[in-house]
């Protein structure tokens, strides 16, 4: 979904990070397709050619960015290579895709492959996070925060924004849920969260959209991915946003994953524009960033 996002937006984002998750636009479509060969590889890897086409036909019937600005973006991908969920070569066709769109990938691009990790998000453990809301490294599973000592957050947004300030403890009275019902479309919650610095109150601070994987939203996970994801305490030693919205589980999507294959709109299209400008979830959510630039916090 971060890819999707991108892709469509370009000239919106500084750059993208990519977790355990395989190339943009590889499911096309089809939920087939997305389990056989965009978690698994059962029927093949992803036609990276097939997908580049895909995207020219979009760029010029400007459903998404246009290629000057998506060459411009930095990108960071990681994978475990003990993911038993999206193949680890999955990550590895992201990073090829990616390499192909950017102007100078050796610069712009990072790809950390991780030989002992499994499947989810991995987070620099600590005494203050419940041992109950964390997984094990290689096998995964739970809530998906993964007890391998890496701080993903830090490392992720050292390269999409450069040096930073240390990371500093954060009072979790700054964040806040608010209602999603405003932007409520198929599939997404009706509670999402942000972490906004006492610094950012007023405005004029970055923001960082911080999606949740598939099985880590609250309704499944409560909390631990937005307060644990290690994304909070850098931004309050940076003056960041942190905006985390929520998708939800339903029986079209029982994992509660953001739309990467079009079960939002397949329904009644046979060529589903999930991940486009048009996708009604790409809609939600650059709203929320709208809502966002256009009133400070402290607002009625």
């Known amino acids: 979904m971060a890819t999707q996002l991108a892709v469509a937006w370009p000239e919106r984002f500084e750059g993208l990070a990519v977790l355990a998750a395989g190339p943009w636009s590889c499911a096309q479509g089809g939920l087939g397709r997305a389990l056989g060969q965009c978690m698994s590889t059962r029927r093949g890897p992803p036609d990276l050619a097939a997908l580049n086409l895909k995207l020219r036909d979009y760029q010029a019937r400007e459903l998404v960015g246009d290629a000057s600005d998506l060459a411009e973006l930095r990108a960071y991908v990681w994978h475990g290579e003990a993911d038993n969920v999206v193949d680890a070569s999955l990550g590895e066709a992201l990073a090829e895709q990616l390499s192909g769109w950017l102007a100078n990938p050796r610069d712009q691009l990072k790809v950390n492959l991780a030989p002992t990790a499994g499947h989810g998000w991995p987070i620099r453990s600590d005494e203050q996070i419940p041992p109950s809301w964390l997984a094990e490294c290689r096998g995964g599973g739970g809530t998906h925060l993964l007890a391998c000592g890496t701080d993903i957050a830090g490392e992720a947004l050292a390269w999409l924004h450069g040096e930073l300030a240390p990371a500093q403890e954060v009072d979790m009275t700054q964040l806040l849920r608010f209602d999603q019902e405003d932007f409520a479309v198929r599939g997404m919650g009706s509670v999402g969260y942000a972490l906004i610095p006492e610094a950012c109150q007023a405005g004029g601070c970055d923001l960082t959209l911080a999606l949740h994987g598939c099985g880590m ?83 009625e």
């Open 217 to 299: 939203d609250s309704k499944q996970i409560g909390e631990a991915f937005v307060r644990h994801s290690g994304l909070n305490e850098w931004a309050v030693a940076n003056q960041r946003v942190v905006l985390y919205p929520q998708a939800e589980t339903s029986l079209a999507n029982p994992q509660g994953c953001w739309d990467w294959w079009g079960f939002t709109e397949s329904t009644w299209q046979l060529d589903p524009l999930h991940d486009t400008r048009e996708g009604v979830q790409v809609r939600a959510l650059m709203a929320m960033i709208d809502r966002l630039e256009e009133q400070p916090a402290g607002d």
